[in-house]
């Protein structure tokens, strides 16, 4: 895009309060982040849509390619449309688990416990649909391609994660496969592909989680220097 029709302004350098400096701020962010865990039992506690509302804008600020900002978030707490998503993604879930699932995978979800009840989906106060848009459409009606749609949804998603993880909200990050019943129940047009269900919510009170570990930096990381 030109700089006539995409006019630039200034981005002075950005000084976030760190008292202790970046180090250690970086540090306390690891460890307030590391805290995460994907709860899979909630309690009903209410969350606000305020709340709501902030983390989704939150979500919004992350980068997408060409700037096409290509997301959706549909944010539920109707305990109808909730009753309706738990039963489309059982039903998906069952035919997952007895038929699609290959042995292999069936093995390697075995420590985190999933099985085809899907419960919390009711009783969370909270479940987000998340929606990406495959193509735009412009004023006439015509596509419009969308740049690296997948990752640019990808990177808002996490971003949201982390903006209901800050207030000690915790999620789950659900995928019934196919979701095509989601357009319909969010009311979404064809050119946006349902992209994850996310449940919000508070972990009910006896949470367990299954006992993981994350890997050391030195798996996860190598430096050039
Ligand atoms: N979608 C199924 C199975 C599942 C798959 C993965 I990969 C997980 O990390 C967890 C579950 C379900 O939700 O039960």
Not at 30 to 45: A, F, G, W
Not at 115 to 142: L, S
Request: hydrophobic residues 30%; glycine residues 4%; charged residues 20%.
């Amino acid at each position: 895009m030109s700089e006539d029709n995409h006019p630039y302004i200034k981005y002075p350098r950005y000084h976030p309060d760190m008292p202790n400096g970046a180090e250690a701020t970086t540090e306390a962010f690891y460890q307030h982040m590391n805290q995460r865990r994907t709860v899979r039992h909630y309690s009903p506690e209410p969350v606000s849509r305020a709340i709501i509302e902030n983390c989704i804008k939150t979500a919004g600020t992350a980068p997408s390619g060409a700037h096409q900002q290509p997301w959706h978030f549909c944010a539920i707490s109707n305990p109808q449309a909730k009753q309706t998503i738990r039963q489309a993604a059982e039903k998906e879930e069952q035919e997952f688990y007895a038929t699609k699932a290959s042995p292999e995978w069936l093995k390697a979800l075995d420590p985190l416990g999933t099985d085809t009840n899907k419960q919390f989906i009711e009783t969370a106060p909270w479940v987000i649909a998340i929606f990406a848009k495959k193509y735009g459409i412009d004023e006439n009606g015509n596509k419009v391609k969308h740049y690296y749609f997948n990752e640019s949804v990808g990177l808002a998603t996490g971003m949201l994660i982390t903006a209901l993880h800050n207030i000690g909200l915790s999620t789950l990050t659900h995928t019934p496969s196919p979701m095509g019943f989601l357009n319909q129940l969010c009311n979404r047009p064809k050119n946006e592909k349902p992209y994850m269900l996310l449940i919000v919510g508070y972990p009910e009170d006896q949470c367990q989680v299954p006992d993981i570990k994350r890997l050391d930096l030195n798996k996860i990381s190598n430096f050039i220097e």
